[in-house]
């Protein structure tokens, strides 16, 4: 072989190679992608029942419900629109009422969200980023305000129901 | 702490003797080197050195003859390569060469104290020492400031025992006068959560969420407050929170039915009594000021507490003098503790403490007013 | 010194640290300018300075950092850091620890590291041309001299507060364990290790000559820092599997993808610098990969660091580093980039060989590796990217990478056993057939009986334990065919005389194989789930738990609930699980503790979740077989890398070895390797 037909033949491996990775990432793209979506997001665009996504907000304080052999029932919310989630497991460390959460499954028809998934991966500061974003975008969130509850006596007291009249 | 700028300049000074060092000693060993060459510096005597070095290994046996012979060869063609290569020794000698180590020299002389002291003086706390935990414990106890001690060794001891509920109960009021508010509501909690509801406990509990809501009693102090009261209807501090919620909530009507109770069952002498009445008074709209908003009943307990507390000051202040407001604080304190001559004495010192300067004293002089003190104690200073 | 002499030092240590630290700048920066201008003017006198400049900024630093961990030891509130990350509870191995366990420390850290193998290098004169030394030197300061003025202006680790608080705000529960003490650093050696291959790749860069010496001269540096790279990342999956209590192993997650491509990249650039040694070819190709690799490994470090993304491991969350950290990705990777495209044209192209040649694999090899670093380059960046540019919040998990990192990872270990057997410059595909044949029956043996024993079960579990088997024979095979004689005992001593790199390759690729029976194995796993109340059972695979009793537990700055657990096999007890939730009230947070088993190199899981007002409480149990495997492959392969670096050949040139190293038989521990 000539020093160039070798060239050719390594230029066409590589190419072979590459165009095969390429198109393994294009089609993995389409097929596995998970969207983030908040529940303002699913009651409003109406995602299609059978859709997986993931589902971030707060848990909703008081929602959560323990039922028999580990099923748990909890509500999720950004303060405007709330869904009702299923899921059967144990929940990570950092799962508590009111505070943010990801989940990732399939909304029922029904309107209910059926996890198989929830997120223990936090910051620091117990919020997930696409939910502190998700909050932002409802106006509902403080800068600061979640780091706060990792550091007592700072920041501003949570929403506590003021009966305030000055 | 001017100790730390000569480290600094030691630091500084080492720093640039180590770059200076290799230029000072060059021309010493080139001289002693024939071919004018320091043998490792220079490509042809980096590949002399390896080809040596192979010889060595293959003759320990460390090398297999095929794989040395290889070397040998590789070694040699760039040693051929590498002399053959031209200009680059060249620059080691003669006039431009010293030009350049002189002014390499003055390089480092200049830029390196130049960037460490300019950074450090940016970001660097020259005159702030070490504090290691330790010491200051044991600094904390032997300048009597015990408290903070204190606290940290009751805090060390429930971080290893955190379901002493009475450990939380003791440090819970200690925090709240130390103004950490927020860490007295989570004892509070805790002393909850471990020994249970206590009128006693659960009406501080309140007066902590109220005193972080800067006298705003919100619903969750409200509620305990009625667990309280749920226990012993008597009690005196959540029947009054309750009433001042009322109020806060603009139901005048049930404040007013509650402090009338208040006022109604209390027995003449209580601590309490006027502040029941101011607040009557202002429901009523015949109040001329707003009533503090302090809590009206202390709890025993408490009340050794501020009284040791109140009393050191007093000591620290009688003995070393203080800043006006801290006599003021001396002073409002022996009125909330209901120690009227104590008060009166206090404001007596501060008045000669102070020299009779009327600016300075003025805080003193206004919680004298405030407190009903100041006639009183200025007729009496007056003669 | 006296008592009160100590104290007085004591007093001012932490400042003459940050003083210090200032200085390794002011050092880094002489460092930077020296050597460079001298090589210009070809002036060896001057290019000496590099050397002591080195070791001085290391020195420099070294004190700075052991300042700060003075620091964090005796409690001293009055430095942020240590408020915001100690507790004076806290154990020391966690005091020490948490100096690293935090953004400015492990920045710390890394600037440590990097100046240790600067100051190597620089001592390392009769291993590296001097030429290359010294522009080497320069361009290692410059990496410093940037990341110690990130440090001193955006995260200052000796910041102060005064008056100091009386407490700190503790460690994040989930770093206070002993697998995170010692996984940083060893990361932090393998990413850091890179930036000597970089610095090399740049010198040859602005020298304009690379050759067999220059592969030979970075290669002991690269096989080092890959060594850590793995081992370190096989700590950080082996933390994860026990400490986040849901009994993975990889997540595919941002962070742990942020350490596997430099680790692709940097076993690419492994390989191609043999092939550079060897035959004076992939040169151009050579020093790009150098160039990427540690750009990667500065990408792991801005992903981590920056706060774009968000998991256990991100630790700061500061938009200001992330823009510096995003000018100095601009400044090295550009501007290396840059150079590379100015100056590659006029490297000298070297050593042709034909497709099918030992050249050929390790070509296919650096292909496959590439190609699979780059899907998951593009599978981590792609939520940025479109996030940034849509506003669409989405997430690439697990099934993505799957789809695209196992299809390219299976044909490069279907090539690895050829790649040891072709010849240089020239292969015959059918001879190496031939020799591989007895690998490629008994894989396929141990395929069936695998399929047969797991009747029923998932297909692709016996198929990876096929080519696992296959990599491990192929690796012996390799060995036996270089070793056979004609009689045994002439057959093990030519086995002994073997190069010990033949001997590392050999047990690296092994490696490969052990990692990979482990990771198919798991296919097996079997997961239980349920509430149990006191003396409930739980069954994952062959085991089953048995709840004795729920008790509480007190430890030094936590308390926690743990859960006693009997595990039987067939009726018969093996062994007690005891999982447990520790709650750290500094932080009000709660952390799992997995209980694990070993059973051979299969391992029994439990954690444990809520518990009820009854007693009864949430287990989580798996069976996990043969798991072990996959950290003890990369071990293996660590230590093959480990054999290799201790091959006479890396120091043709080098001082000879003290007698009593030199009869020391076995590996060397890869830490002890670098250091000449």
């Not at chain 3, 993505?400 to 990872?409: G, H, V």
Request: glycine share 10%.
């Amino acid at each position: 072989m000539t020093r160039r037909r070798r060239r050719s033949v390594l230029i066409l491996v590589c190419g072979v190679v590459l165009a095969a990775a390429l198109g393994l990432v294009l089609s993995a793209m389409r097929d596995t992608i998970v969207f983030f979506r908040s529940p303002t997001e699913v009651a409003s665009q109406k995602v299609a029942p059978g859709t997986r996504f993931r589902l971030g907000g707060l848990v909703e304080a008081g929602s959560l419900k323990r039922e028999a052999d580990g099923k748990v029932a909890f509500s999720v919310t950004d303060t405007g629109s709330t869904v009702a989630v299923r899921y059967r497991g144990l929940l990570p460390d950092l799962f508590r009422e009111g505070q943010g959460v990801v989940t990732e499954g399939v909304l029922e028809p029904d309107g209910t969200f059926r996890a198989d998934t929830v997120l223990a991966k936090h910051d620091e500061t117990y919020m997930p980023r696409e939910v502190a974003d998700a909050l932002k975008a409802q106006g509902r969130w403080q800068e600061g305000g979640a780091a706060a509850q990792g550091q007592p006596g700072q920041g501003q007291p949570g929403p506590v129901s003021r009966t305030a009249v000055k | 702490m001017t100790a730390i700028w000569f480290i600094f300049a030691l630091m500084t000074g080492l720093a640039v003797l180590a770059l200076l060092w290799p230029m000072s000693r060059r021309p010493a060993l080139a001289a002693a080197v024939p071919e004018g060459e320091a043998r490792i510096a220079t490509e042809t005597g980096f590949y002399r050195d390896q080809l040596r070095e192979i010889d060595r290994d293959a003759a320990r046996g460390l090398l297999a003859e095929p794989e040395a012979e290889a070397a040998r060869a590789e070694a040699a063609r760039r040693l051929l390569r590498a002399s053959r290569e031209p200009g680059r020794p060249a620059g080691a000698f003669g006039e431009p060469a010293l030009r350049r180590r002189r002014a390499a020299s003055a390089f480092a002389l200049s830029t390196v104290p130049l960037v460490a002291l300019l950074i450090y003086g940016l970001y660097g706390s020259p005159d702030l020492p070490a504090q290691p935990q330790a010491e200051r414990l044991a600094h904390a106890r032997a300048a009597g400031n015990d408290l903070a001690a204190a606290v940290t060794q009751i805090e060390a001891h429930l971080a290893k025992a955190p379901e002493d509920g009475r450990g939380w109960t003791v440090l819970a009021p200690v925090y709240l006068r130390l103004g950490r508010v927020e860490d007295a509501i989570k004892a509070y909690e805790n002393s909850l959560r471990i020994l249970g509801d206590d009128p006693g406990r659960l009406a501080d509990y309140g007066e902590a969420l109220v005193a972080a809501g800067d006298g705003v009693v919100s619903s969750k102090a409200r509620d305990a407050f009625e667990r309280a009261l749920k226990q012993d209807s008597k009690a005196v501090k959540p029947q009054f929170y309750l009433a001042r919620a009322a109020e806060q909530d603009g139901n005048r009507g049930e404040a007013r039915t509650r402090y009338a109770a208040m006022a109604a069952a209390a027995p003449p002498e209580a601590p309490w009594l006027p502040m029941v009445r101011d607040s009557l008074a202002r429901l009523d709209g015949t109040a001329p000021a707003a009533a503090p908003a302090t809590g009206p009943a202390i709890g025993e307990e408490q009340r050794g507490m501020i009284r040791g507390m109140v009393e050191g000051l007093a000591q620290r202040l009688a003995e070393k003098g203080g800043t006006p407001e801290e006599w003021a604080r001396l002073v409002r304190s022996f009125m909330v503790l209901g120690e009227r001559p104590k008060a009166e004495a206090a404001l007596a010192q501060a008045r000669t403490a102070l020299g009779g300067d009327a600016g300075r004293l003025a805080p003193v002089e206004e919680v004298a007013r405030e407190t009903g003190l100041g006639e009183a104690a200025g007729a009496k200073a007056a003669p | 010194m006296d008592l009160n002499a100590y104290r007085k030092v004591a007093l001012v240590l932490i400042e003459v640290g940050h003083y210090a630290l200032a200085l390794a700048l002011a050092l880094s920066l002489t460092q930077m300018v020296m050597p460079v201008w001298a090589s210009r003017a070809g002036d060896p006198v001057l290019r000496g300075v590099a050397v002591p400049a080195a070791l001085a900024t290391f020195a420099c630093i070294a004190f700075a950092f052991a300042a700060l961990t003075y620091a964090h030891v005796t409690s001293d509130f009055s430095v942020q850091n240590v408020v915001e990350n100690s507790h004076s509870m806290k154990p020391l191995i966690y005091k020490i620890s948490g100096v690293w366990g935090n953004h400015e420390g492990s920045m710390m850290l890394w600037v440590l590291i990097l100046a240790l193998f600067g100051a190597v290098v620089a001592l390392a004169r009769n291993a590296v041309p001097p030429t290359l030394r010294a522009n080497t030197l320069g361009v290692q300061a410059a990496i410093t001299a940037v990341f110690l003025l990130f440090i001193l202006t955006t995260s200052n680790p000796f910041a102060r507060l005064n008056p100091a608080p009386m407490e700190g705000r503790d460690l994040n529960p989930l770093l206070q364990d002993p697998g995170l003490a010692i996984h940083p650093p060893l990361l932090y050696l393998g990413y850091v290790g890179f930036s000597i291959t970089f610095a090399f790749a740049i010198a040859a860069l602005i020298e304009g000559r690379i050759d067999a010496a220059w592969a030979r001269a970075v290669r002991p540096w690269t096989l080092a820092a890959w060594c850590f790279l793995t081992v370190g990342i096989a700590m950080g999956s082996y933390w994860a599997y026990y400490e986040l209590g849901w009994g993975g192993w990889w997540f595919w997650d941002p962070v742990e993808n942020a350490s596997l491509m430099p680790w692709l990249a940097g076993t690419a650039l492994v390989h191609s610098t043999v092939v550079m040694e060897k035959r004076d070819a992939l040169k151009v190709w050579t020093v790009l990969l150098a160039i990427l690799t540690f750009s990667l490994s500065l990408l792991g470090t801005f992903l981590v660091r920056s706060g774009v993304l968000t998991s256990v491991h991100t630790f700061a969350t500061d938009p200001a580093r992330g823009t510096f950290i995003l000018g100095i990705l601009v400044l090295f990777i550009g501007g290396s980039l840059a150079l590379y495209a100015w100056r590659a044209p006029t490297l000298r192209q070297g050593g042709l060989f034909a497709p099918i040649s030992r050249e050929g694999a390790l070509v296919m090899n650096n292909l496959f590796l590439s190609a699979a670093c780059a899907t998951v380059l593009v599978g981590t960046l792609y939520p940025l990217a479109l996030e940034s540019l849509t506003g669409e919040k989405i997430s690439v998990g697990p099934p993505f990478f799957n789809l695209t990192f196992l299809p390219l990872a299976v044909p490069l270990l279907l090539v690895v056993p050829f790649g040891q057997t072709l010849s240089w410059k020239r292969g015959d595909l059918a001879a190496a057939s031939q020799r591989l044949f007895v690998g490629f029956a008994l894989a396929l043996a141990v395929t069936l009986i695998a399929i047969a024993v797991t009747w029923g079960g998932p297909v692709g579990a016996p198929l990876g334990i096929g080519l696992g088997a296959y990599l491990i024979l192929g690796a012996a095979l390799e060995i036996v065919t270089r070793a056979k004689g004609k009689t045994l005992s002439l057959s093990l001593r030519r086995a002994a005389g073997l190069p010990r790199s033949a001997w590392g390759t050999a047990l690296a690729h092994a490696g490969v194989g052990v990692t990979v029976i482990g990771i198919a194995a798991q296919a097996w796993s079997v997961e239980s789930l349920a509430t149990l109340p006191r003396g409930g059972e739980l069954r994952a695979g062959p085991y089953v738990a048995v709840l004795e009793g729920v008790l509480p537990r007190t430890g030094p700055n936590y308390t926690e609930t743990v859960a006693h657990l009997t595990i039987r096999e067939g009726g018969d007890p093996v062994g007690v699980l005891q999982p447990g939730k520790r709650f750290y009230a500094s932080r009000n947070m709660s952390v799992s503790e997995a209980g694990l088993l070993t059973v051979g190199a299969s391992q029994v899981y439990a954690s444990v979740g809520e518990t009820g007002a009854d007693g009864s409480v949430g287990i989580r149990l798996y069976y996990k077989p043969l798991v072990l495997l996959i950290w003890l492959g990369a071990v293996v392969m660590a230590l093959g890398g480990g054999l290799s670096l201790t091959d006479r050949r890396f120091r043709v040139g080098a001082p000879a070895l003290k007698p009593a190293a030199r009869d020391a038989a076995g590996p060397v521990p890869p830490h002890s390797v670098p250091a000449e």
